[in-house]
């Protein structure tokens, strides 16, 4: 069976500063990796997705992933946080054998002025 | 916004009654998903369909049911409701299955069973 984990269930980060939201996976055969952000009353919206390829996946919004097959890993990152980055993020999974994606818990991302 | 719309935006139903929750997906689209999500939770793949036929399903009793038409909407349809039904309700519509293809998530009915 396929899983995620988002071991953070709130990040707090200074505006301006880096930021980092992660993502570990477990999954039968190659993964299909994504992440998604949800705003408050409002449905999830795609950012990015790895499926092959380069493991520096870069996004909408300025935000970037990196794959990490080893670690079965696939953190969310950005440079540089805004306030307006304040939101929930879910990362999501699913391998070429199946057309189910298992999503994770959601992180809440707090920036901060 | 994407171009996904679902309604109704809030119901409230009685412990029992059925449910019909609607789905229009982006245009070009032709594979919807369903997903409950409870609070503080992620979303749970409730089950997919593609070109009107069901393709995957999630851990969901046979009274979750569904539909899509010839021209991609979809229905989500839930019988003899319990309290735990109550959640955000999210359709999602991709080009192709939803494994391995972005989703474009619709803002969600809020169901809440008393």
């Known amino acids: 069976a396929q899983s995620v984990a988002q071991p953070e269930d709130q990040v707090n980060v200074a505006e301006g500063n880096p930021l980092t939201v992660k993502c570990t996976y477990s999954?039968?055969?190659?993964?299909?990796l994504f992440w998604y952000v949800q705003y408050p009353n409002r449905g999830l919206q795609f950012l990015l997705k790895?499926?092959?390829?380069?493991?520096l996946v870069k996004g909408s919004y300025g935000f970037e992933a990196e794959f990490n097959k080893s670690q079965t890993s696939f953190h969310l990152k950005k440079p540089s946080a805004l306030v307006s980055d304040s939101a929930l993020y879910f990362c999501?999974?699913?391998?070429?054998?199946?057309?189910?994606?298992?999503f994770g818990r959601g992180t809440s991302l707090i920036v901060h002025p | 916004e994407t171009g996904v719309t679902q309604s109704p935006t809030h119901l409230i139903k009685t412990r029992g009654q059925q449910v019909t929750l609607r789905c229009s997906s982006q245009?070009?689209?032709?594979?919807v998903s369903w997903y409950q999500q409870a609070l503080g939770q992620g979303p749970q793949f409730i089950f997919q369909?593609?070109?009107?036929?069901?393709?995957g399903r999630g851990n969901f009793p046979p009274r979750f049911s569904g539909l899509q038409f010839p021209n991609y909407s979809s229905e989500l349809n839930v019988n003899a409701l319990e309290l735990d039904d109550s959640a955000l309700y999210l359709c999602?519509?991709?080009?192709?299955?939803?494994?391995?293809?972005?989703?474009?998530f619709g803002p969600g009915t809020r169901l809440t069973v008393l």
């Open positions: 999602a519509s991709s080009l192709g299955l939803a494994g391995g293809n972005e989703q474009f």
């Open positions: 999954v039968s055969g190659n993964p299909y």
């Open positions: 790895y499926i092959t390829g380069d493991n």
């Open positions: 999501a999974v699913t391998s070429g054998g199946s057309y189910i994606p298992t």
């Open positions: 245009s070009g689209h032709n594979t």
């Open positions: 369909y593609y070109r009107e036929e069901e393709n």
